[in-house]
């Protein structure tokens, strides 16, 4: 079946340092990717999406590109922020398909 | 604005009661969902349901059972509550089945069964 796989937290990073999170995927046919973001006392909210193969999502500074070949759609961004700690999670739909599947979630903490 | 809300922040119940969680949403959503979050696990689809009145369970519907007598409304029900119900519940709405679409969630629930 459908599946994500995530890299592991948390991530502990300095400001302004460079953050990739891993995400890839299992599917049959061509899904949808999304990267959601949660913040502290919060619920998810989308953070970017990328709906086909090659094409690269972004908002706030974050990047991820939909690679097929490789099933994969990192997160990454060049400098984070204090206020970019929260949890990311990966998450693939299926054309078609009623539900997302959501990867476990990593907590990124970024510290001045 | 979307907005999907949830009826409480928190909640604390005894074990053996029974749970009202409650979810409006004001998109005029078809689909809705409902969630647990727990730690190391991320995100697992309780029920959902695609228009009034109609719901699918999702990956761990025991325990649980849900409503929907109006579009914007969509309640999920711990006939019995337990502990190890102890979770974060989120609930979501999205655009209907066959599109691209983006799921809107409410705030959570934390809700503790002692």
């Known amino acids: 079946g459908d599946s994500v796989t995530q890299m592991e937290g948390p991530v502990t990073l300095s400001e302004e340092a460079f953050l990739t999170i891993n995400c890839t995927y299992t599917a049959t046919g061509y899904p949808s990717l999304f990267w959601y973001v949660q913040y502290p006392g919060e619920g998810l909210q989308l953070l970017l999406k990328?709906?086909?193969?090659?094409d690269k999502g972004s908002n706030k500074g974050f990047e991820a590109t939909y690679r097929k070949e490789t099933t994969s759609f990192h997160l990454e961004k060049g400098s984070v922020q204090v206020s970019d700690s929260a949890v990311y999670f990966c998450?693939?739909?299926?054309?078609?398909?009623?539900?997302?599947?959501f990867g476990t979630g990593t907590r990124l903490t970024v510290i001045p | 604005d979307v907005k999907v809300t949830q009826s409480s922040r928190y909640l604390v119940k005894r074990t053996g009661e029974k749970v009202f969680l409650e979810c409006v949403q004001d998109?005029?959503?078809?689909?809705m969902f409902w969630y647990r979050q727990d730690p190391g696990l991320g995100l697992r689809l309780i029920y959902f349901s695609y228009d009034v009145k109609m719901k699918e369970k999702g990956d761990i519907p025991e325990g649980y059972s849900v409503s929907r007598e109006k579009k914007e409304r969509f309640s999920l029900i711990l006939e019995s509550a337990s502990t190890n119900q102890t979770s974060m519940y989120l609930c979501?709405?999205?655009?209907?089945?066959?599109?691209?679409?983006?799921?809107?969630f409410g705030p959570g629930t934390r809700l503790t069964v002692t």
């Open positions: 990328a709906t086909k193969a090659d």
């Open positions: 998450a693939l739909d299926q054309t078609g398909a009623n539900n997302l599947f």
């Open positions: 979501a709405s999205s655009l209907p089945t066959g599109q691209t679409y983006e799921q809107y």
């Open positions: 998109m005029d959503h078809e689909n």
